[in-house]
């Protein structure tokens, strides 16, 4: 079975800009949830995303914005990006929710904002 | 607050020697604990995790957690560290907010295996 994917892989990136990545699951997993990545601040949840809805959302501006589609890929979108935007970008499925099973992760996309 | 904790930036260990990495952790109810691993330029690995039943928990690549409740703790473990153990490692513990359940990460600890 395919894992996580994410693309693109690496974005470099002006601030101002806007830019969308993409996660595929795990075929029939349908939670996909979003994570910013940083040396200084760590894992940080951005938003789940259950069956098209948005499930649960962490404490980001508004900028930062996703959504699911009905064969639950997932994009996250960045609007008006600034420096500190700069990270890694996870993506992680799971089957239903993480109540009881283990996310799977993506490789992440590294986003340089310049 | 609910938060976790890993107090340790940085471990290193000899190769062959036994290896702990740290995690505490405060949470209202009873907690669901997760250890992951994350190795140069990829995503995060499960390693194992903790719901309820045993205090020992053994997952993935030889690794090992004790849940203990009284010092609100779940330390990874493994008896003898590799080389290849060498990764950043983080501890999670879920949380409900807003009526959703949601995972809250330690800052990660990076494990150095000297040969």
């Known amino acids: 079975k395919a894992g996580v994917t994410q693309t693109p892989r690496y974005l470099i990136k002006t601030r101002g800009q806007q830019v969308t990545l993409s996660c595929s699951p795990i075929?029939?997993?349908?939670?996909v949830s979003w994570y910013q990545q940083t040396p200084g601040q760590g894992l940080q949840f951005l938003f789940e995303?259950?069956?098209?809805?948005?499930?649960n959302k962490g404490n980001f501006p508004g900028r930062f914005s996703g959504r699911q589609f009905s064969n639950s890929r997932s994009e996250m979108n960045v609007s008006t990006l600034e420096l500190g935007d700069s990270a890694l970008y996870l993506c992680?499925?799971?089957?239903?929710?993480?109540?009881?099973?283990?996310?799977?992760f993506g490789p992440g996309t590294r986003l340089t904002v310049l | 607050a609910q938060s976790v904790a890993q107090p340790e930036d940085q471990v290193n260990v000899a190769e062959g020697n036994p290896l702990t990495v740290k995690c505490t952790y405060s949470?209202?109810?009873?907690?669901?604990l997760f250890w992951y691993v994350q190795y140069p330029n990829r995503g995060l690995q499960f390693l194992l995790k903790?719901?309820?039943?045993d205090n020992l928990v053994k997952g993935s690549y030889g690794f090992e957690a004790e849940f203990n409740k009284s010092q609100t703790s779940f330390h990874l473990k493994k008896p003898s560290a590799l080389v290849s153990d060498s990764a950043l490692y983080f501890c999670a513990v879920r949380v409900i907010v807003r009526s959703n359940y949601q995972l809250i990460w330690g800052a990660g600890t990076k494990l150095i295996i000297k040969p």
């Open positions: 949470v209202s109810g009873n907690p669901y």
């Open positions: 903790y719901i309820t039943g």
């Open positions: 075929s029939g997993h349908r939670s």
């Open positions: 992680a499925s799971s089957p239903r929710d993480y109540d009881y099973n283990e996310q799977f």
């Open positions: 995303y259950f069956s098209e809805t948005q499930r």
